[in-house]
């Protein structure tokens, strides 16, 4: 269907226009830290929630611009457009629109430090979230 095309394409580009930051992540040019020795051990277990606060507020401003008028007509409608929500649906956007609302999860760790496996988690527990909301189920 439709949703699954478009999330799958969607993806795919979203995923090429995230590298450059991935990459910088690698080479070091962000705050990710690898010894949980180099910050507190409070800082590590409170970073995540930083995180959220951080990205959230970030996402909510990104969306609320979404859904202006030529954004939306040109980058979020087609998200909205499906009557029958799956969790393909989660993923079903314009590529920019996309990049757009993950971007926040990828600048965090440019303005705080965040730990490698705790920044590997968290998108990942974000990822999972994304698709709950959007399958009509609950967890």
Not at 19 to 35: A, D, I, K, R
Not at 70 to 82: C, E, G, I, M, S
Not at 89 to 109: E, I, N, T
Request: net charge neutral; hydrophobic share 45%.
């Amino acid at each position: 269907s439709r949703d699954i095309s478009l999330s799958t394409r969607s993806m795919f580009i979203m995923a090429l226009l995230t590298v450059p930051l991935e990459l910088l992540t690698l080479y070091g040019y962000t705050q990710v830290y690898y010894n949980i020795e180099d910050h507190s051990l409070l800082y590590f277990y409170l970073s995540p929630v930083l995180f959220l606060l951080f990205t959230d507020m970030n996402i909510y401003w990104i969306h609320r611009w979404l859904h202006w008028g030529p954004a939306y007509k040109y980058l979020h409608k087609a998200h909205h457009d499906f009557r029958e929500v799956t969790p393909f649906s989660a993923l079903a956007f314009h590529p920019l629109d996309g990049w757009f609302q993950g971007l926040s999860y990828h600048l965090f760790v440019f303005c705080f430090p965040f730990h490698s496996r705790m920044y590997l988690c968290s998108i990942f527990i974000v990822t999972l979230w994304t698709i709950n909301i959007h399958d009509r189920l609950s967890m």
